[in-house]
């Protein structure tokens, strides 16, 4: 950057496998285009210094998972809150990323605001959101202000974040207007076989009625043109963590297909982006694939079946012209997309998403020129919300002014036996976790409703 001369060191903190990807492709969008140009693919000579946080809990990414996101780190750990505060203590960032769920921003703009007290030059804290906002958009927000610059990945979220933060008489500068950091790719043409990738979600939709009605559906499409390659793109392997929890996997329901699934149906994992390589109709209910696709052109249908509902996160996609029923897609149809709608979704297929992250880079760019730099300052504090910010911090073994809790963990060093029975017991805790969603939860939820 303009600002630095030399490579701009960037840390990011993630939480989960689709947070690493989005803060890791946010640091390369952000700052590796030191010449002021487009950073659409980053020279390896102009790539940020990145070093990688992953935050230690039941989504931490398996190696296989990070490497199928495919993203560059010239260091990669896994760290506890409070040991990521006393390594950016001793630090010497330019810029850090937050990809996190909102409590854990919250927690960690306290930290880092208590761990650089004094300090005239801190890095620029960055964060945002990892796709598609349909759910606890005041919440998510609230949780994210303090930042230095807070990340809309369209027109109609940065609307939406300017008028929550000035809804409340926060500070609503920090809201800059980008993309999501990972469209791209070779715009669309046929294939042969026609393809069809149903693009499954972990925790969309819930009810096994639900899901088992979307892949009977998919079993038939599959009967009913057996010309065509009909895909169910999954995010996970048996016994792997996402940045939500599979009740349901489509692994298992898939068991109890009567008869097995036809020859022409498969189950795929991989980058999702070399799977829209061969798609020729992306089905899905409300996944962030969807605005990989359109930005393609690919032809791209939001399953209406279970209904339009916001615990579905579909109704983001109403005005879209994408919204269809199996029915109508077994019949041939293809949804055409509303060209408006795709322009205020940060969707640019015309080639203007090269620039979409010019105004983010400017903003980086002159928060990093100032010579002094005001404390970090979140909506949120003892006094703004007395019953609810103190418990996020606690959890994250941190005071109400982001002061580490005694007993908080500060290193994370561990040698011989004391690594493998932490290791153990980190993998035991993950799996009891998963036992209790994917077993447990699901039969107290039937019993619920006898």
């Given at each position: 950057m303009p600002s630095i001369h030399r490579k701009p060191r960037v840390a990011v903190l993630a939480d989960s496998?689709?947070?690493?990807?989005?803060g890791a492709l946010t640091a390369h969008r952000l700052v590796a285009a030191a010449d002021g140009g487009p950073a659409d693919a980053p020279a390896a000579d102009s790539a940020p210094a990145l070093d990688g946080y992953l935050l230690r809990g039941r989504a931490t990414p398996t190696p296989r998972q990070l490497t199928e996101v495919g993203v560059r780190a010239d260091?990669?750990?896994?760290?506890?809150g409070s040991e990521f505060l006393a390594a950016l203590r001793e630090g010497t960032y330019d810029v850090v990323v937050l990809a996190l769920v909102g409590g854990g921003?919250?927690?960690?703009?306290?930290?880092?605001?208590?761990?650089?007290?004094?300090?005239?030059?801190?890095?620029v804290v960055v964060t945002g959101y990892v796709g598609v906002v349909y759910e606890k958009l005041?919440?998510?927000?609230?949780?994210?202000?303090?930042?230095?610059?807070?990340?809309?990945?369209?027109?109609?979220?940065?609307?939406?974040?300017?008028?929550v933060y000035e809804g409340v008489g926060a500070?609503?500068?920090?809201v800059v207007e980008t993309?999501?950091?990972?469209?791209?790719?070779?715009?669309?043409?046929?294939?042969?076989?026609y393809t069809v990738v149903f693009a499954a979600q972990p925790s969309v939709p819930v009810t096994r009625a639900d899901r088992t009605h979307l892949l009977g559906r998919l079993v038939r499409h599959a009967q009913r043109h057996p010309d065509r390659e009909v895909l169910l793109k999954l995010r996970s392997r048996p016994g792997e963590h996402t940045t939500h929890i599979e009740e349901l996997p489509y692994q298992k329901l898939v068991q109890k297909v009567p008869g097995g699934l036809p020859p022409n149906l498969r189950l795929v994992y991989g980058h999702?982006?070399?799977?829209?390589?061969?798609?020729?109709?992306?089905?899905?209910?409300?996944?962030?694939?969807?605005?990989?696709?359109?930005?393609?052109?690919?032809?791209?249908?939001?399953?209406?079946?279970?209904?339009?509902?916001e615990t579905l996160g579909n109704h983001h996609f109403i005005g879209s012209g994408c919204l269809a029923s199996f029915d109508q897609l077994d019949a041939g149809h293809a949804p055409v997309p509303d060209a408006q709608w795709l322009a205020r979704q940060g969707v640019a297929a015309d080639g203007a998403y090269e620039r979409a992250f010019d105004a983010a880079r400017e903003r980086v760019t002159e928060l990093l020129d100032r010579p002094r730099r005001p404390p970090l300052a979140p909506y949120y504090?003892?006094?703004?919300?007395?019953?609810?910010?103190?418990?996020?911090?606690?959890?994250?073994?941190?005071?109400?002014?982001?002061?580490?809790?005694?007993?908080?963990?500060?290193?994370?060093?561990?040698?011989?036996?004391?690594?493998?029975?932490?290791?153990?017991?980190?993998?035991?805790?993950?799996?009891?976790?998963?036992?209790?969603?994917?077993?447990?939860?699901?039969?107290?939820?039937?019993?619920?409703?006898?």
């Open positions: 496998d689709t947070r690493w990807k989005w260091t990669l750990r896994e760290v506890t921003v919250q927690a960690m703009l306290h930290g880092l605001a208590h761990a650089w007290r004094g300090r005239s030059r801190r890095p005041a919440d998510g927000l609230l949780l994210r202000h303090g930042a230095d610059v807070v990340l809309a990945n369209s027109r109609q979220d940065a609307e939406r974040f300017r008028a500070d609503a500068s920090s993309a999501l950091p990972f469209l791209g790719g070779e715009p669309y043409r046929p294939h042969t076989p999702m982006g070399e799977v829209l390589d061969r798609t020729d109709l992306l089905v899905t209910v409300s996944s962030t694939a969807a605005l990989e696709s359109l930005h393609r052109r690919i032809p791209t249908a939001i399953l209406t079946d279970v209904g339009v509902r504090t003892p006094v703004t919300a007395p019953g609810y910010q103190p418990g996020i911090l606690a959890r994250h073994h941190l005071a109400p002014d982001g002061a580490p809790l005694p007993g908080a963990p500060a290193s994370s060093e561990a040698t011989g036996v004391r690594r493998v029975v932490r290791g153990a017991m980190r993998d035991a805790a993950r799996g009891a976790y998963r036992h209790g969603v994917q077993r447990v939860a699901p039969v107290i939820r039937r019993m619920g409703e006898l």
